[in-house]
């Protein structure tokens, strides 16, 4: 069997990186920007800090979509597009804005597919999309460097996991200083937003040699910086090395695929619009539970990469030891710990479960899983 890995073109990292995307645009031959922004960026003037680099360069801002952006978003933002002249787009904020992005792009390259639905799963897109630029401000989706985003469908609430090698940002700039000004409850829940990328991207299926080694530097990284960027923001040295470990965390990933906590994850933000950060945390540890008699040997090297000693235990000792560093960590940061704390009515979990079962992601799960071990799962997050 080969194992594909897809990166992106090029990417640029370090506090004030941002500079450097005036040159790469000239440079590409680009006329005109397209700038897809959360209005709160705007609001508070994180995407001024972009834009003023810009030096009189045309562009047009979008920011009509939604932290969980819907197809509604994708087909008034492609509207948009085509109404600006632009030629190319520049993602500016999180996963949401950087996944709209990708949505717009591909269905303007690929207008077979402008229902926007047609896109959920491997879609057969045919052209590259147009080209994207992505400057992430927060440390979490690695939505800059992965084939991987998602929409939701307003008609079924349901996420829609899109993997499609054709939407790959031609250009990254991981800044740390467009990240600096997260508050506290976003670091925490973005930065475990990236340890569950690294932890399932580690154990999935479909993970190997090449995808292991990003992963476990990943968790390293988080678990020394998360804590410090959470709750000293102004830590710069921890606002980058997060800025790094949730883009080696995405390299990985977008090529293995993820896995229950995902799936599960997916549902709750489609339905309740609970932040995925969120949403994965608070299930991390319960689908880690679950999985371990499939990864034991594997947990015991994620204790490890956490910094947790595990000489002198037996493999099981050391995966539970994996579980609990991941749990403790969950609790430092004031991550929910249960359903009923954001407010997921009981009524709601075999809805849930059925969505989840459904999702792309349960497919990577290491160890095999039921609809029913699904609700299960969800009755003891509740």
């Known amino acids: 069997m080969a194992n594909r890995f897809i990166l992106n073109e090029t990417s640029y990292f370090g506090a004030g990186a941002r500079r450097e995307l005036l040159g790469e645009i000239k440079a590409r031959g680009f006329k005109k920007a397209f700038i897809v922004a959360d209005k709160d960026l705007v609001k508070f003037g994180v995407a001024d800090m972009v834009t003023s680099t810009l030096e009189g360069f045309p562009y047009e801002m979008f920011t009509d979509f939604k932290a969980n952006p819907t197809v509604t978003n994708v087909k008034n933002?492609?509207?948009?597009?085509?109404?600006?002249?632009?030629?190319?787009?520049?993602?500016?904020?999180g996963g949401s804005a950087i996944d709209t992005s990708k949505g717009i792009a591909i269905v303007a390259n690929n207008p077979e597919f402008e229902d926007v639905v047609s896109l959920e799963g491997v879609a057969p897109t045919k052209h590259k999309c147009v080209p994207i630029i992505a400057l992430p401000t927060t440390a979490g989706t690695a939505a800059e460097v992965t084939i991987n985003y998602v929409i939701i469908d307003e008609e079924t609430g349901r996420k829609m996991v899109c993997v499609d090698p054709h939407d790959i940002p031609v250009l990254a700039i991981i800044d740390a200083e467009l990240m600096a000004s997260m508050p506290k409850c976003l670091t925490a829940a973005t930065g475990m937003d990236a340890l569950t990328h690294a932890i399932e991207g580690y154990i999935t299926k479909g993970a190997w040699e090449?995808?292991?080694?990003?992963?476990?530097?990943?968790?390293?990284?988080?678990?020394?910086?998360?804590?410090?960027?959470?709750?000293?923001?102004?830590?710069?040295?921890?606002?980058?090395?997060?800025?790094?470990?949730?883009?080696?965390?995405?390299?990985?990933?977008?090529?293995?695929g993820l896995g229950c906590v995902h799936s599960m994850a997916h549902p709750l933000g489609a339905r309740f619009d609970i932040p995925h950060g969120v949403a994965n945390a608070l299930l991390l540890p319960i689908v880690m539970e679950y999985n371990m008699p499939a990864a034991q040997e594997k947990y015991c090297n994620i204790a490890r990469a956490m910094g947790v000693n595990i000489d002198g235990l037996s493999v099981e000792e050391g995966a539970k030891a994996a579980v609990s560093a991941v749990k403790q960590l969950s609790l430092d940061l004031g991550i929910p710990q249960t359903l009923r704390e954001i407010n997921i009515p009981e009524t709601a979990l075999e809805q849930l479960s059925?969505?989840?079962?459904?999702?792309?992601?349960?497919?990577?799960?290491?160890r095999e899983i039921t609809e029913k071990d699904i609700l299960e799962l969800y009755k003891i997050a509740y």
């Open 210 to 256: 090449l995808s292991d080694m990003f992963e476990l530097k990943a968790i390293e990284l988080i678990s020394k910086n998360l804590r410090n960027a959470t709750f000293n923001g102004k830590d710069m040295t921890a606002r980058e090395n997060m800025a790094l470990a949730q883009y080696v965390a995405g390299m990985a990933f977008s090529n293995v």
């Open 77 to 93: 933002g492609l509207a948009s597009f085509k109404a600006s002249g632009a030629d190319f787009l520049i993602a500016i904020g």
């Open 354 to 366: 059925k969505d989840a079962f459904a999702d792309v992601c349960t497919g990577g799960n290491p």
